[in-house]
């Protein structure tokens, strides 16, 4: 780019100079012809006292030089600056054209043009002047050639200075990532002091770390759980077994312990369901269908599938949605969270409790919410609810038996489906579930 604007600057010049000389000698030239007459002999007569009057009284800073020949190539008279010098006469075929050549060893350029009289030539003109204006221009050359390496090797070593001080957070990064392994998720890379986009990166590398560090991190007490969770019931069958093999019993205490260990095998194998659904829809954002869903006919479905236990616990049932509703999402997983969240309305409420179930709607969302007036949550509480494996007040109520999975798995997929979920509960007097959904479009 700078041998460009370097070349660009140079030919600017030259012409420019070379324009300005021919210019100015065209313009020697008109003014001489003026001064030439002709007559009726096929020859021209030279105003010599109107000539050399202007040649001796005009002051011009790059002398002019003026001849004129006959048609026989004989000088007839010069300027007195020439003094014993002439000005080379060229062919005619160089006439009304710019030529240089040289003066005693200056270079000159010159231009001649015929003297014209009834069409035909009676002698010629030549004008010169002297080339001491493109010194300038070898001036410039030299000027720019001398310039030229010396403004790279500037250039060079400022744009490595610069780019040493501007690439140094760079370093910085590379060198805090290599640091950064599966055993050491704490180190984060420090913030630039200019806010440019390097501190942008740097900033959005640390967020991203921080949330891989919390990923692993619930991971690993996922893991750490789930194998708690998965042992408990397994170390309970096994003793059980154990006992029941010590000595000979009867059989109502065979069928006894057989059937508790159906019912922990039974509440292992709902645990493994429920793990296997949590890993099946972590981040399994691809999977997910979008149809229009009838929410009134989920909620019936779900009704009559947990209507044993209702019975059974003889809880009221009550619902409030006498318009039909349709929200735009998954089926299948929407249909997980009714079930889940009315499972626990279920679990948790007293016998003879009551459970409400209603659908409201405003102009852009539908709410459904499930309220029961069970054992309620503690307020201490409220912000694990969520947590995979967390189970609120296991002691006062060790007769209610869960995984403490459902919610997990509530929380999960209603991220997954982005819907917004909210809880208000209080102790002894009952819980109530809301989620918001948008409106379907129907056709």
């Not at 200019?194 to 560090?213: A, G, P, T, Y």
Request: charged letters at 25%.
């Amino acid at each position: 780019m700078i041998a460009i604007v370097f070349l660009s600057i140079f030919t600017i010049v030259k012409y420019s100079v070379n324009q300005h000389i021919n210019e100015e000698i065209q313009e020697e030239l008109y003014k001489h012809l003026d001064d030439v007459s002709t007559d009726s002999n096929d020859t021209y007569l030279i105003q010599v006292d109107q000539w050399r009057a202007r040649e001796h009284n005009s002051i011009s800073v790059n002398p002019v030089f003026v001849e004129f020949y006959d048609t026989n190539k004989q000088l007839i008279d010069k300027s007195p600056n020439l003094k014993s010098s002439n000005i080379q006469l060229l062919a005619a075929n160089q006439n009304n054209k710019f030529t240089d050549t040289k003066l005693n060893g200056i270079p000159i350029r010159q231009i001649q043009t015929g003297i014209i009289n009834k069409d035909q030539v009676v002698g010629y003109l030549v004008v010169a002047m002297s080339l001491e204006d493109f010194e300038i221009v070898q001036i410039l050359k030299n000027i720019l050639l001398i310039s030229y390496p010396l403004i790279l090797i500037l250039l060079f070593l400022i744009a490595r200075f610069l780019a040493g001080r501007s690439i140094k957070p760079v370093s910085t990064i590379i060198d805090t990532s290599s640091q950064i392994t599966k055993d050491n998720l704490k180190s984060r890379i420090p913030l630039p002091i200019n806010k440019d986009e390097l501190f942008v990166l740097s900033q959005n590398i640390n967020n991203l770390l921080d949330r891989v560090e919390n990923a692993i991190e619930r991971e690993k007490q996922f893991t750490s759980d789930a194998s708690h969770e998965l042992r408990t019931p397994l170390a309970v069958i096994k003793g059980t077994m154990e006992v029941l093999i010590r000595k000979p019993r009867n059989q109502h205490e065979y069928e006894e312990k057989i059937n508790f260990c159906i019912s922990e095998v039974n509440r292992l194998n709902h645990m493994v369901d429920q793990l296997l659904l949590l890993a099946r829809f972590e981040n399994q954002k691809q999977n997910i269908k979008n149809e229009t869903i009838y929410l009134n006919a989920i909620i019936l479905d779900n009704l009559t599938r947990f209507s044993e236990k209702i019975e059974s616990k003889k809880i009221k049932i009550i619902t409030s949605f006498s318009d039909d509703y349709y929200i735009q999402s998954d089926n299948y997983l929407v249909s997980i969270i009714i079930s889940n969240l009315l499972s626990n309305a279920i679990k948790y409420s007293d016998s003879t409790g009551e459970i409400r179930i209603k659908l409201s709607q405003n102009e852009h969302h539908i709410t459904f919410s499930i309220s029961d007036n069970g054992i309620g949550i503690a307020p201490d509480d409220m912000n694990k609810i969520f947590n995979s494996f967390y189970r609120s007040d296991v002691i006062n109520h060790a007769q209610i038996k869960g995984t403490g999975l459902g919610l997990s798995i509530v929380k999960r997929l209603c991220d997954l489906l982005k819907f917004d979920i909210s809880v208000d509960s209080k102790l002894n007097v009952g819980t109530t579930f809301s989620l918001s959904f948008s409106l379907a479009k129907l056709k």
